[in-house]
């Protein structure tokens, strides 16, 4: 006779392995980012109430709280630049005809390439 | 030298006996060139001729023999008992399926869903050719990789959408989907991409990885999963600026 | 050739958190490390104001900004709304949608309102 057993997947799957963990990690630095950008938002309706306002913001995000959120944001801005990057080759293979170019080859090329030059960029843009 | 054995853990389910599955444990002698296989070959041979499991090749290309072996999606004969030994193996069945019986699932769904994305060339042509088709070593390293699936079904095991949403058509599927729209011989894209490109198509993936991982083929079905979201892209976009009819 | 059947708007919504992820990949943390860091602690406070507003006196730059921050916006919603009902969050797929894509709308309008008044 046939009577198939259905196993139930545990609601908290994404902790039973650590590839899984990562996935997870991977996932939530969505939630750190919307956060900075809410933020950014903020900074730029400052920015345009005049001088005045925001000087008085970046003095105040001279604040403890302020410098370990950034540093929060930035560990997860980063690990989804790198996990993007990374992938990147995946979703986007280049093919020579009958070859296929390394997977970290187009890695650098059309990510870490232009994100340490986009990066100089914009900060000779705003420092200069 | 003393006789070592090892102990193998496995997932007992008997319908009809069984309300729920137990573990059964085996003393197993050990060798050291003995995979799993060989192992549950012993334990049916000698001690419990009860115990059901697939198997077939015995040497990784049939697909037949995907089990959980301590948690992992892996083919049972290429599952050393030097890579555990002296700890105890847990032996279960592919995860994310219902069991029938001890270690055999039930793949009617799976097959189902190989079916689904029409897995033939498919023509223009309706009154076929006279000749073969030609097909160059370039034309054919574009789909060679995604057409090596033995259908094992490891990657469904390690596949969490899988697992929370059954009808996801999961990685093999998809990547023997893009195995033929990437046939230089075929013409059926817009035939498959009502299931590639549907809710519960290549567009529930997200990305995990797991299925590349644990592929004992190299299929890399996550990165046809990919390939294939980049396709609905191009195809939703097409649709929409470009309504009328195509082609 | 017949065109294929049921299309799933998914594929749009996907194409915005991929032109997001690659947007939010390549300038975020640039971005953090300006206003985070180097911004509140290099000296004074007023030519870094000067700096800041001559940068984005550009149209050009108001634009590509925007262009960032909304497709980031819509990169986050739409991670977040894929992954919220994996960890257990119980909430009807079509509500869960509208306040993430809605909520990411949001930001962009706000963000656009910020640099239209610079």
């Not at chain 1, 899984?20 to 980012?33: A, G, K």
């Not at chain 1, 950008?37 to 403890?64: C, D, I, K, N, T």
């Not at chain 1, 370990?68 to 293979?93: D, E, Q, R």
Request: aromatic share 12%; proline share 6%.
């Amino acid at each position: 006779m046939r009577k198939p057993y259905w196993r139930e997947i545990s609601s908290t799957w994404y902790l039973s392995s650590w590839p899984y963990r990562w996935f997870m990690v991977r996932e939530m630095t969505s939630v750190f980012i919307g956060a900075y950008l809410v933020l950014l938002v903020m900074w730029l309706f400052r920015l345009a109430a005049g001088a005045q306002s925001f000087e008085q913001m970046l003095v105040a995000m001279r604040s403890p709280l302020s410098v370990v959120f950034h540093a929060i944001v930035l560990a997860a801005a980063l690990y989804h630049s790198i996990t993007w990057f990374n992938l990147t080759p995946k979703v986007m293979p280049v093919r020579i005809g009958e070859e296929r170019l390394p997977d970290p080859l187009v890695a650098i090329g059309m990510g870490y390439l232009p994100w340490v030059v986009l990066s100089a960029l914009v900060v000779w843009g705003v420092l200069r | 030298m003393a006789d070592q054995h090892i102990t193998l853990s496995v997932f007992r389910y008997r319908p009809g006996d069984d309300v729920d599955p137990v573990f059964q444990d085996y003393q197993v002698p050990y060798h050291d060139d003995w995979v799993v296989l060989d192992a549950l070959n012993w334990i049916k041979e000698s001690v419990d001729g009860t115990l059901a499991y697939r198997w077939s090749c015995r040497m990784g290309v049939c697909g037949s023999c995907g089990m959980m072996v301590n948690g992992k999606p892996l083919l049972s004969c290429a599952a050393f008992l030097r890579d555990y030994y002296p700890e105890p193996i847990r032996v279960e069945p592919l995860t994310n399926f219902p069991v029938e019986r001890d270690l055999i699932i039930t793949l009617d769904g799976f097959l189902e869903k190989l079916k689904s994305v029409k897995p033939w060339v498919i023509r223009d042509d309706v009154n076929g050719t006279d000749s073969e088709f030609l097909q160059t070593p370039a034309q054919l390293s574009r789909f060679k990789q995604y057409s090596m699936c033995i259908n094992c079904m490891l990657c469904y095991a390690a596949c969490p959408v899988v697992g929370l949403e059954p009808k996801f058509v999961g990685p093999a599927a998809l990547a023997l989907g893009l195995r033929y729209n990437l046939d230089s011989r075929d013409h059926g894209n817009a035939e498959r991409q009502s299931v590639l490109g549907s809710d519960e198509g290549a567009m529930s993936c997200t990305f995990v990885g797991e299925c590349t991982t644990v592929c004992p083929k190299n299929v890399d079905p996550a990165g046809a999963v990919q390939q294939e979201k980049v396709a609905s892209v191009n195809d939703w976009y097409a649709s929409v600026l470009m309504p009328w009819g195509r082609r | 050739m017949k065109r294929s059947g049921t299309r799933s708007n998914e594929a749009f919504w996907w194409s915005l958190f991929s032109a997001g992820g690659v947007m939010s990949a390549l300038f975020v943390p640039v971005l953090i490390v300006l206003t985070g860091f180097v911004l509140p602690f290099a000296g004074d406070p007023a030519a870094s104001y000067h700096r800041v507003a001559h940068a984005l006196s550009f149209w050009v730059v108001r634009i590509v900004l925007l262009g960032i921050v909304t497709l980031s916006f819509f990169h986050c919603a739409h991670r977040i709304r894929h992954v919220l009902p994996t960890v257990g969050l119980r909430i009807t797929p079509g509500l869960l949608a509208v306040l993430c894509y809605g909520g990411a709308f949001a930001g962009s309008v706000a963000t656009f309102a910020a640099l239209v008044r610079l």
